[in-house]
């Protein structure tokens, strides 16, 4: 017998889960919290937490497993949780990976350890368990799904650009600020629709794009296998941080990746073994449309089509080395971080490549947007990122860095004085006071000599 985990249950009960996806878990904890569960993400590394999956699994289960259980019992048995206000969930995809029974296992170690009142929670697209006090709406996996879409963009960004940073520490610190904002954003019930999914991706796309970096040639080491040693620093003993070390840019394919071959599976399954008509539908749908896209890039990439016509959404990293041309319609009416990520969607390889920044005939531009395209043709070099950020942050100015308005505009004053300015009053917030240095010089329209 196993406990279930109740609506009672849901009120006060702490949930553990093991860390995957580092990035993607912060995010999809804010999700839980939105629908009322108290979700708690696991750390604990080590020797400890291996020798407590050792003890307590059967020890031919493979490493994976070792190391993802052995984070949640190791978590039971600490000390920091409360057993009999803790429950565990783990994913199931249903299929024939050997992760669709860690659940099982779980609940015999639980039963040998005299833990058997600690629930269970399946976390199954398939409803492969019904569990009452745990319940996976449509909107519940759809913003599920959009936590796992930022963590992905996090992910890739961080992998391209850490390595050619020039000021260590940039590029986390970033992913951190990032962690932050989404998640401050996802607890007030923001950020999830698709025009703000679509404006968060392009600010992250641009602070990103405004990290100072070094152009120089580097090892590339992509990383695969199975599902928990490729994502989890725990699993794979640290080996995005050996590879960094090394001087490699390392890069790790998206979560979202993994649910695709979610949806072809299920394909599968109705094949061979049959089952619901309406959930191979709508594998058979979403599939279709990720094939689709998919293909349409792959033909561009491969030279097999010589056009690509695409929205915006090509700033967020896409990489095709043999593109030499881009044609950016309505130039005016986009940002200028905005534009210089699309331009740089050519030019990544040896060949000479050409932006052409369209706007309608006869159009009168503002003059914000004059400065934004007179920017990005002054701005052409290796390593304009910085000065792309400078200016746009003299077009659009800084705003009220210490006050809750957020307003105001730098260029008023000039950057050299706004940093000025800005200097004082962090002086005067802390009770410190800054003897003014300054010449002066007077002008008397009278003839005077010395002698």
Avoid at 96 to 112: E, F, Q, V
Avoid at 207 to 215: H, L, S, W, Y
Avoid at 420 to 435: D, F, I, P, T
Wanted: net charge negative; with cysteine; proline share 3%.
């Amino acid at each position: 017998m196993y406990s279930v985990f109740t609506k009672e249950m849901k009120k006060d009960y702490t949930i553990l889960a093991p860390d995957i996806f580092p990035i993607h878990m912060e995010l999809v904890k804010e999700i839980f919290r939105m629908y009322g569960y108290h979700l708690d993400i696991l750390h604990y590394t080590g020797k400890k937490v291996v020798d407590t999956g050792l003890e307590h699994l059967h020890n031919d289960l493979c490493y994976p497993a070792i190391c993802m259980l052995g984070q949640q019992l190791y978590g039971l048995t600490c000390g920091d949780y409360d057993p009999h206000k803790t429950a565990l969930i783990q994913f199931q995809t249903g299929g024939g990976c050997r992760a669709s029974n860690y659940i099982w296992l779980l609940r015999k170690a639980l039963y040998n350890m005299g833990m058997s009142d600690v629930p269970v929670i399946s976390l199954s697209f398939n409803k492969i368990e019904e569990c009452p006090g745990f319940k996976v709406t449509p909107p519940f996996l759809a913003k599920g799904l959009m936590a796992i879409l930022y963590g992905d963009m996090l992910m890739l960004l961080r992998n391209q650009v850490r390595p050619y940073e020039q000021q260590s520490g940039q590029t986390l610190a970033t992913v951190e600020k990032w962690n932050r904002e989404l998640s401050a954003q996802f607890r007030r019930n923001e950020g999830l629709l698709p025009a703000q999914i679509r404006q968060n991706l392009q600010k992250i796309a641009a602070d990103f794009a405004a990290i100072p970096v070094c152009r120089t040639e580097k090892v590339k080491v992509g990383i695969v296998g199975e599902i928990y040693v490729k994502y989890s620093p725990f699993g794979n003993n640290n080996l995005e941080e050996f590879l960094f070390s090394e001087g490699c840019e390392y890069m790790v394919p998206g979560v979202l990746s993994f649910l695709r071959f979610l949806f072809y599976n299920k394909e599968t399954d109705y094949l061979y073994y049959g089952g619901s008509q309406a959930k191979k539908n709508f594998s058979v749908v979403a599939g279709g449309v990720i094939r689709k896209l998919e293909k349409i890039m792959l033909d561009f990439v491969e030279g097999n089509i010589d056009v690509l016509v695409s929205t915006t959404i090509i700033e967020t990293g896409l990489d095709i080395p043999n593109a030499n041309t881009i044609i950016i319609h309505d130039a005016d009416r986009l940002g200028l971080s905005q534009l210089y990520q699309i331009r740089g969607r050519v030019g990544r390889s040896g060949r000479t490549s050409y932006a052409f920044l369209m706007y309608r005939r006869d159009k009168l531009l503002r003059e914000e947007a004059e400065k934004r395209l007179q920017a990005i043709r002054e701005f052409t070099e290796l390593g304009s990122g910085i000065k792309i950020a400078m200016r746009d942050l003299e077009l659009r100015g800084a705003g009220n860095l210490l006050g809750a308005e957020q307003h105001g505009h730098m260029q008023a004053v000039g950057y050299d004085l706004y940093c000025k300015l800005l200097n004082e009053a962090v002086l005067a917030l802390r009770g410190e006071n800054e003897a003014e240095d300054f010449e002066t010089v007077v002008d008397c329209d009278i003839d005077a000599y010395i002698p």
